[in-house]
């Protein structure tokens, strides 16, 4: 194994949402790890590259404080910390520098069933339930509101049963937690999905070239979610329409049928899905003998 300075060390959380989506990430950029969960580190079989498994709300930390060179958090955790160091006069030691479209969720915040909403204002002189204290207080200060932030670690939800709060401000995804608590999402503070961030602490070459491998196959791994690569024979008069209808694609290769004047096989990369409707265009404008295949994997 290669000296500990040379390897790349990615925070990542060890047992929640974002773990078997982040581990599966990476595995799709070529990682092979040794997975025990009750393990704090994985080491990388075919890369210089170990995991550090950790709680999500330690990532930015270890991030910041350059014990780990990467991560991969929620961006409301990133956030909190953010404006937490913000709001204590330091700065986060990481920068942002990808959306993982994974971990959708938005910090909401929601009103008892029956209560009336009319804007930020209706939070004026309440008290409201959340564990993102940072966030919340800055929403509250950017609309003059002045409104108790209250503190929970867990079950905010419950807090308005209790009678510990008037308002909650909590994640939202499907938002049948709050509909199961007689409550209703009413303002959202922030649109959520996992990150990476990265440590602004200098790395050295052999690590940044490292690390610079690793997110040019994040970003390959990213741009083919979507991709297909469709294939199909058309007369030569309707390429132009075809081409038209091909989603999100760049130049596709035109190639001759054998022992055909005027009908030719297209091949082409869309970077978006392709739906049955697009097929059936396809085939109403003259195209026949389609196939759409998935991509694994694109180095631009
Ligand atoms: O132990 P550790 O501290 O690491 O984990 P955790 O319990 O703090 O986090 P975890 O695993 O629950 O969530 C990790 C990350 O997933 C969050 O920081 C978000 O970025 C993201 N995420 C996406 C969510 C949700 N969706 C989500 N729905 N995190 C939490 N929730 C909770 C929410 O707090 C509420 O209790 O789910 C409930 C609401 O869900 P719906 O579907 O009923 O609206
Ligand atoms: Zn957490």
Redesign the pocket.
């Known amino acids: 194994m290669e000296a500990s300075t040379q390897r790349i060390k990615i925070a990542v959380?060890?047992?929640?949402?974002?773990?078997d989506h982040s581990i599966d990430l990476l595995e799709r950029c070529g990682l092979k790890v040794t997975k025990s969960k009750d393990q704090l580190i994985c080491y990388g079989e075919n890369m210089p590259i170990d995991l550090l498994l950790?709680?999500?709300?330690d990532i930015p930390g270890l991030v910041g404080d350059d014990v780990c060179d990467l991560g991969i958090?929620?961006?409301?955790?990133v956030e909190e910390k953010r404006l937490k160091l913000e709001q204590e006069g330091s700065k986060g030691q990481f920068k942002q520098i990808f959306e993982l479209e994974f971990?959708?969720?938005r910090l909401a915040i929601a009103a008892p069933q029956g209560v009336q909403y009319e804007g930020p204002k209706t939070l004026n002189n309440s008290k409201i339930a959340t564990s993102y204290i940072s966030l919340l207080t800055d929403y509250l200060t950017k609309n003059n509101v002045q409104a108790e932030a209250v503190y929970f670690s867990?079950a905010?939800?419950i807090a308005p049963k209790l009678g510990r709060a008037d308002f909650i401000c909590?994640?939202?995804?499907?938002?049948?937690?709050?509909a199961?608590n007689g409550l209703r999402e009413v303002a959202v503070i922030l649109e959520?999905?996992?990150v990476v961030i990265q440590t602004l602490a200098p790395l050295g070459d052999a690590k940044q070239a490292l690390v610079d491998k690793i997110l040019q196959r994040l970003d390959g791994v990213l741009k083919v979610h979507d991709s297909k690569y469709i294939m199909l024979h058309a007369p030569r008069s309707a390429l132009a329409e075809i081409r038209a209808l091909l989603p999100g694609s760049e130049a596709p290769t035109v190639m001759p049928l054998e022992g055909s004047d005027d009908r030719v096989a297209v091949h082409a990369v869309c970077r978006e899905n392709v739906f049955w409707e697009t097929l059936e265009n396809l085939k109403a404008a003259g195209a026949s003998s389609l196939l759409v295949l998935p991509v694994e994997k694109m180095l631009a």
């Open positions: 959380q060890k047992s929640g949402r974002l773990t950790v709680r999500d709300d958090v929620g961006l409301n955790v971990g959708h969720c867990g905010v939800e909590d994640l939202v995804s499907s938002g049948s937690t709050l199961a959520s999905e996992a």
